[in-house]
């Protein structure tokens, strides 16, 4: 998708794990400023970095100030930025300096030229929705918080399943017992929920996927249902105190007499790709698909 270029402003976004990948933050930075653009570093970088940074601000301030946000690491920088850059509006590319690198494609080798043709405004567009999660004590919000991946419901303790029941729009769906319950995103549906079992959607699909987690049923299966759905937990037996996980990095605890609301939020995060970039090629890379069997 071929548009006029609109960037002004860019952010850099990404702690890093080893030096290597701090180089790429360096390089990064001193092509950005040396091209013209305004770069501002994520604060949290501060005490990483060695080299000189004119400017530094909160993911919020990058929100506002930037058009474009360049994450520089894993799949786990992108979530964590992608909570915080949802609400404004930005755009987000990911370079890879982590594993799998789902949504943060571009390999640092790589960097410059593709982010070169991405400044001109050659890229592609696809934003992707998040999921809403509320804790309610007795009709009262007392936890919230919103997943890019998945939420993942299970005991605050190993080794302890839990009894729930579903609502899908008010309506009695299902009532399971199981190690927990994973609601994930077309973005998540490779993730936590590809190893519990749960199938793959494309990211253009409007969709949640309800996947158990260790079912005490032979005829459990994952459900996919349309993304405006609201699903509502209970856990009338359950005894044991839970947690609600939104995307490994947010702990909400849960009571037995709680209840949990999932629903999709209002808004998206506007991730671009680079033009190279293909979704199933990049699925069948990263999940071993292209290795012939023999």
Not at 185 to 201: E, K, Q, R, V
Request: one cysteine or more; aromatic letters at 8%.
């Amino acid at each position: 998708m071929s548009q006029s270029s609109t960037f002004q402003c860019i952010g850099i976004v990404g702690l890093p794990r080893y030096e290597e990948a701090l180089n790429t933050h360096h390089m990064l930075y001193e092509w950005l400023v040396s091209q013209g653009y305004r770069v501002i570093l994520d604060a949290d970088l501060a005490q990483h970095v060695s080299f000189p940074v004119k400017e530094f601000g909160s993911l919020d301030e990058i929100g506002e100030l930037a058009d474009l946000a360049i994450i520089i690491g894993g799949d786990g920088n992108m979530l964590r930025a992608a909570r915080s850059l949802s609400h404004h509006d930005i755009k987000v590319i990911g370079v890879n300096r982590g594993n799998l690198g789902f949504l943060t494609d571009i390999n640092p080798e790589d960097a410059i030229v593709q982010l070169g043709e991405v400044l001109a405004g050659d890229y592609h567009e696809d934003s992707r929705f998040l999921l809403d999660v509320g804790v309610y004590d007795q009709g009262e919000l007392v936890a919230s918080g919103i997943a890019v991946n998945e939420i993942v419901l299970h005991p605050s303790k190993v080794a302890h399943m839990i009894d729930y029941e579903a609502y899908i729009d008010d309506r009695s769906a299902f009532s399971q017992r199981a190690d927990g319950l994973i609601i994930a995103t077309p973005t998540g549906s490779t993730a936590y929920s590809l190893s519990a079992g749960g199938p793959i959607i494309a990211p253009r699909l409007d969709a949640f996927i309800i996947t158990p987690m260790f079912p005490h049923s032979l005829s459990v299966r994952p459900l996919v249902i349309k993304s405006d759905n609201t699903i509502r937990l209970t856990f009338p037996t359950t005894i044991h105190a839970l947690e609600v996980a939104c995307d490994s990095q947010i702990m909400l605890e849960v009571k037995p007499t709680d209840e949990v609301v999932v629903k999709r939020t209002p808004y998206e995060f506007n991730l671009i790709h680079s033009k190279e970039y293909d979704y199933f090629r990049n699925l069948s890379t990263k999940l071993g698909w292209s290795k012939k069997m023999y």
